[in-house]
């Protein structure tokens, strides 16, 4: 079993960036693939990034590719998301989870194939 705590979450005004961490407990950290997802108020929860257990692989939302970057550091059992030229459109309670299920190149990008999730940190982004 994994406990997730993102932080990192804030205000911040559109054009900025920040960076988002995820600490994950225990020390089978490399055994997880990793995602990140958001949610704003009153949609669903969306997938934003996702990364393999070595961090080989990795893959995007369209709505944030290119602008955001998903890594992660396995001997510091983090995994981060780096978001660039934030837009009011991000805003939203980001949610970092992981999986122990695949193989160890695979990414997922589903909310259920994830098995455990952080509480989240919220990001909100003014015009």
Request: charged share 15%.
């Amino acid at each position: 079993q994994v406990q997730l705590v993102e932080s990192g979450g804030g205000l911040v005004q559109a054009g900025e960036s920040l960076r988002l961490s995820c600490a994950a407990s225990g020390r089978t950290f490399s055994t997880y693939a990793m995602g990140w997802f958001r949610q704003a108020p009153g949609k669903e929860r969306e997938f934003v990034a996702a990364i393999s257990r070595s961090g080989s692989s990795t893959y995007y939302a369209d709505s944030v590719k290119g602008i955001f970057t998903i890594s992660r550091d396995n001997a510091k059992n983090t995994v981060y998301l780096q978001m660039s030229s934030l837009k009011p459109r991000d805003t939203a309670v980001y949610y970092c989870a992981a999986t122990s299920t695949g193989s160890s190149g695979t990414y997922y990008i589903t909310p259920l194939q994830y098995n455990y999730w952080g509480q989240g940190t919220q990001v909100t982004v003014s015009s």
